[in-house]
């Protein structure tokens, strides 16, 4: 028997993160331990590697945010993935009742570092979801430079109506807008 048919039984169908609000409640449907672990495992923490976490840990939740933080060590050097797994760490916050934001914010803050490293990206447009709440879509194609976004700091959005689990989550992105030559 595999570890992971002995911690969650053989039933449990492997779910992709959602992207889309569309997929949130196939997503929110599975098993908590379940998708976050499947989810750390694609990362490429080994069943082991959580086995041997879980010993040292009360809770699952504990192992599974105790990774988080270990995969973000792992990739420091690298802004998007940090952006990820910042964005995942905040949907675990929403999912288990806490607040996202600060995540949210590392994630974002992320993102826009990655941006101001590359050359060709002069300022950045919010991008929101086409199933944003009312709030969001009014920031949709907002142009912001750095320095502006710096200033002004709008995502997450903290009017937004949408949520994840129980807490409201700003699902916005900054799109990165290339310098016309
Ligand atoms: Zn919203």
Redesign the pocket.
């Given at each position: 028997m595999s570890l992971r048919e002995f911690l969650f039984g053989k039933k449990e169908q492997e779910v992709d993160v959602p992207a889309e609000p569309a997929h949130e409640n196939a997503w929110l449907s599975s098993n908590f331990t379940f998708r976050w672990v499947t989810r750390l495992k694609n990362w490429g923490i080994t069943d082991k590697e959580y086995s041997k976490e879980r010993h040292h840990k009360k809770t699952d939740d504990e192992a599974i945010f105790s990774l988080y933080k270990k995969l973000l060590v792992q990739h420091k050097n690298d802004m998007l993935v940090q952006q990820a797994l910042y964005y995942e760490l905040a949907m675990i916050d929403a999912e288990l009742g806490r607040d996202p934001k600060p995540n949210l914010v590392l994630a974002q803050k992320n993102l826009l570092a990655h941006y101001h490293h590359s050359k060709n990206i002069r300022s950045v447009v919010i991008e929101?979801n086409k199933d944003?709440?009312a709030?969001?879509k009014k920031l949709d194609g907002w142009v912001l430079t750095f320095s502006e976004v710096t200033k002004q700091h709008p995502l997450p959005?903290l009017?937004?109506?949408?949520k994840h689990g129980k807490k409201?989550f700003?699902?916005?992105i900054y799109g990165p807008m290339a310098r016309i030559e």
């Open positions: 929101s944003a709440c709030s969001c959005n009017k937004c109506m949408k409201s700003c699902r916005c």
